[in-house]
């Protein structure tokens, strides 16, 4: 299993931007595919976004499409979610998740499909 800890979240303007990191344990985090995802207030963790193991694929949900971009440096065995012109409806805690996976350009997007999960960082976003 792989250690995750994110970082980066914080209080932002509607508008604004903020970019999360994700940093992983472990000598073989490019083995993983990865995901973000992100639960607000008395709603379920749904997913936002992910990109397989070489960083050559990547997958998002409708609502953050052109406004996020999920990215990763396998030298520093970090994955990123830049995040653009922000909405409050964009308010929650962010968590990064990892798959172990022997195919290096697929990724996932369910909850089900990672086995190691962040502590998760708060996002919120005013209006």
């Known amino acids: 299993q792989v250690q995750l800890v994110e970082s980066g979240g914080g209080l932002v303007q509607a508008g604004g931007s903020l970019r999360l990191s994700c940093a992983a344990s472990?000598?073989?985090?490019?083995?993983?595919?990865m995901g973000w995802f992100r639960q607000a207030p008395g709603k379920e963790r749904e997913f936002v976004a992910a990109?397989?193991?070489?960083?050559?694929?990547?997958y998002y949900t409708d609502s953050v499409k052109g406004r996020f971009t999920i990215s990763r440096d396998n030298a520093k065995n970090t994955v990123y979610l830049q995040m653009n012109s922000l909405k409050p409806e964009d308010t929650a805690v962010y968590y990064c998740?990892?798959?172990?996976?022997?195919?290096?350009?697929?990724?996932?997007?369910?909850?089900?499909?990672?086995?190691?999960w962040g502590q998760g960082t708060q996002v919120t976003v005013s209006s």
């Open positions: 998740a990892a798959r172990f996976t022997l195919y290096s350009g697929n990724y996932y997007y369910t909850e089900g499909d990672f086995g190691s």
């Open positions: 990109i397989s193991r070489n960083g050559g694929s990547t």
């Open positions: 472990g000598r073989t985090f490019n083995s993983y595919a």
